[in-house]
């Protein structure tokens, strides 16, 4: 059913490379090791682990990890702010006389260190003050290299681009239409009809899969990896003043998303439930079945799941004689593909076949893998649920937050992939603002196809003629 909202660089060819490996057990500085594994420790040292010296520079996993789970506990603007007060402390950045030959060792990790903040997650420096604390950073060992301006101002430059990009992007997706066309159902027996329906549009169920991967790569974009945790943002019980990200939680583009996946389950549904004759009804549900189909060889399992949600809305699955007339052989085998059971096992099982064969892809057709992300979203909920951000001890649960990053950072990977289909505007436009059914009019449209069986639906139905075309 529909949904509600409850930096190729940090990736190694192979995916996230979670585990953060010391040859030691115990405590180092303030981290806890276990098994080889940093396992927790205080948001101090955490911050401290993140700092470049002359001769450390954290791992790529590290950074990942941190700074996608660090604002539970501190705003992103706050952690640069600490982060460049404390390079300023150790690298001695405020002496009259700077020690060029240090910062010359020092000024390639913590340009590197911004350069990855910044292609991983753009969004954050959309606040004037990170820009503020970057450019102050590279002012303070600009004059012991003239390099590091040239690097600086090709920082900035890409950054802004990144953002200008996802801004242009953002806007250049059509909008959802919130247009509803209830009052259609009037005109079902009416020919000719006054609604394009979809057959007309596209009539191929290989291109409308194909389009429908365009739709959702380019919707998955705009989503950036720090949106999942946001989702889930709690009061941090050592902080007694605020929620991080109090003033907004900036998960818009996430919820985009979901709202396209409602609209998909609505729009078939609506398809199925307008055409006034069996026969043109039966035809619409056996093409979904077969976009579907290609959905699911293609690995867009999202689409996939809003087409089989939008088959299985009570309107449409009430239509006995319509469903009489349909091959339904090929639809049970994709419910069973996506069946709940088992925590959706079956769907699992041919989610790590698509990531398999991405990892060992020879072109960007066998890269796509398109999740069901409502089950994503649930497993990310779950996790942030199902473990404390914090040990009794107040260190940070780091142990937690590997998890939290190996499964956003897979994520992150599928969403960079390029859609190798060429894109036809008419029906991606189509798709987006076709007017559609709310859930009332679906019934109607139901009922005037295939009329009431009991007095609870004829009861009903009444009401909804009443209501929607003012007929008694």
């Not at 194909?210 to 705009?222: A, D, F, I, N, P």
């Not at 996939?304 to 088959?311: D, E, V």
């Not at 990053?405 to 190798?420: D, H, R």
């Not at 196809?449 to 075309?469: G, V």
């Amino acid at each position: 059913m529909p949904q509600t909202l409850s930096s190729t660089s940090m990736f190694t060819p192979c995916g996230f490379s979670p585990h953060l490996h010391t040859s030691k057990e115990g405590e180092q500085g303030g981290l806890i090791f276990q098994d080889g594994n940093l396992t927790s420790a205080s948001l101090d040292a955490l911050i401290q682990h993140l700092i470049p010296t002359t001769d450390y520079y954290p791992e790529k996993a590290y950074i990942f990890t941190f700074l996608l789970s660090s604002r539970l506990f501190i705003e992103p603007h706050e952690l640069l702010s600490r982060v460049c007060h404390k390079c300023i402390e150790q690298q001695r950045l405020d002496d009259p006389v700077l020690d060029k030959a240090r910062i010359r060792k020092f000024g390639p990790k913590i340009l590197q260190l911004l350069t990855e903040w910044t292609e991983t997650f753009p969004y954050d420096f959309q606040e004037e003050r990170m820009i503020g604390h970057l450019k102050d950073m590279i002012h303070r060992i600009a004059p012991c290299d003239e390099a590091y301006w040239k690097k600086m101002n090709q920082l900035l430059q890409a950054l802004n681009q990144k953002l200008a990009t996802l801004s242009h992007g953002q806007e250049g997706i059509v909008k959802i239409s919130t247009a509803v066309s209830d009052k259609l159902v009037a005109f079902k027996t009416k020919p000719p009809t006054i609604q394009r329906e979809i057959l007309s549009v596209c009539s191929d169920p290989y291109t409308l899969a194909q389009q429908l991967t365009h739709v959702e790569l380019e919707r998955l974009s705009h989503i950036g990896p720090e949106e999942f945790v946001q989702a889930f943002v709690h009061k941090d019980p050592l902080d007694g003043t605020k929620t991080c990200f109090s003033e907004q939680k900036k998960t818009s583009n996430l919820e985009a998303y979901v709202k396209w996946f409602n609209r998909l389950c609505y729009l078939v549904a609506t398809e199925i439930c307008m055409p006034a004759k069996k026969k043109q009804r039966a035809q619409v549900i056996e093409f979904f079945i077969d976009v579907a189909r290609e959905c699911f060889n293609i690995g867009n399992f999202n689409s996939l799941m809003a087409i089989i949600s939008g088959m299985n809305m009570s309107p449409v699955s009430r239509l006995k004689k319509t469903w009489s007339k349909v091959k339904t052989a090929k639809f049970f085998i994709l419910e069973h593909q996506m069946d709940p059971t088992g925590n959706f096992y079956n769907y699992r099982t041919a989610l790590r076949g698509a990531a398999h064969r991405s990892l060992t892809a020879h072109s960007n057709r066998e890269k796509i893998v398109i999740p069901f992300f409502s089950l994503l979203i649930k497993d990310i909920y779950f996790l942030n649920e199902g473990c404390a951000n914090r040990l009794p001890n107040g260190h940070v649960n780091f142990e937690k937050f590997l998890e939290l990053a190996k499964q956003v950072g897979e994520f992150i990977t599928w969403k960079q992939v390029e859609c190798p289909f060429e894109q036809d505007p008419n029906i991606i436009h189509y798709l987006h603002t076709a007017p559609i059914f709310t859930e009332d009019g679906l019934y109607l449209a139901s009922y005037e196809s295939e009329s009431p069986e009991n007095q609870t639906e004829k009861d009903r139905w009444k009401s909804l003629r009443s209501t929607i075309l003012g007929k008694t």
